[in-house]
């Protein structure tokens, strides 16, 4: 299997580098982790979390799934929240996606996969949630954008309602949900105007930020994001 033996090299390559570099290095990755970031992103390989935010390993505590989505009954990622916040501590949770999301765009123009047809049914749900702000949309690539900007907007509020973040603000503990997304084509990440905190209106800072893609939606004539 010399394909697997690529990857054993290349390791073992990495880690000669990362010595040269930083000899405590690994060191300090074999203690306790405390990152400052939770990582809630897609499972798309072309957006590694901790790179592009320029992280190093034991920066960020990551989860990811298809088209970064938040269910209240995801046992998985209710877990890797819970864990972060209640025990690891971090101070700020990114919920971030990404534009030419492959799961956003099957969503949105309901292609057929198969079994996780029926995981994007959480994505369908906000297609039609927002269809006539999809409509103003005069361009499918422009559609995309603006669903998986949505996508993200809707899964921070679906985050800051989970219980491990009612009740972590509850007693006061300081920890903040973002909703960013990153642009392929250019590596760039962007804030798509949703920072909640446990003292702000949920719901009034949601409104804001879909006000702002709707805005963009009414003069989204050309393909850019």
């Given at each position: 299997m010399p394909d697997l033996e690529n990857l054993f090299a290349n390791n073992r390559e990495w880690s000669e580098r990362m010595r040269a570099a930083d000899p405590e290095f690994f060191n300090r990755l074999a203690k306790i982790q405390k990152p400052d970031y939770l990582w809630i992103g897609c499972s798309d390989s072309r957006v590694p979390a901790n790179e592009v935010i320029g992280q190093l390993p034991g920066e960020v505590f990551v989860h990811r799934n298809i088209a970064n989505v938040v269910v209240h009954s995801d046992l998985n990622l209710l877990s890797v929240l819970?864990?972060?916040?209640?025990?690891?501590?971090?101070?700020?949770?990114?919920?971030?996606?990404?534009?030419?999301?492959?799961?956003?765009?099957?969503?949105?123009?309901?292609?057929?996969?198969?079994?996780?047809?029926?995981?994007?049914?959480?994505?369908?749900?906000?297609?039609?949630?927002?269809r006539k702000l999809l409509a103003a949309c005069t361009s499918t690539s422009a559609r995309v954008d603006r669903l998986c900007e949505i996508n993200v907007i809707e899964q921070v509020l679906n985050l800051a309602q989970t219980t491990v973040m009612q009740d972590a603000w509850a007693r006061g503990q300081e920890v903040f949900v973002h909703g960013w997304i990153f642009g392929l084509n250019d590596g760039i990440m962007r804030d798509l105007g949703i920072t909640l905190d446990g003292k702000c209106d949920l719901l009034t800072a949601y409104d804001s930020a879909i006000d702002m893609i709707a805005a963009k939606a009414c003069n989204c004539g050309n393909d850019s994001a």
């Open positions: 819970q864990f972060a916040v209640d025990v690891l501590k971090v101070r700020r949770i990114l919920v971030v996606g990404h534009y030419g999301c492959g799961g956003v765009t099957a969503a949105l123009e309901n292609r057929r996969h198969g079994l996780v047809d029926n995981w994007l049914r959480h994505i369908q749900d906000v297609r039609q949630k927002h």
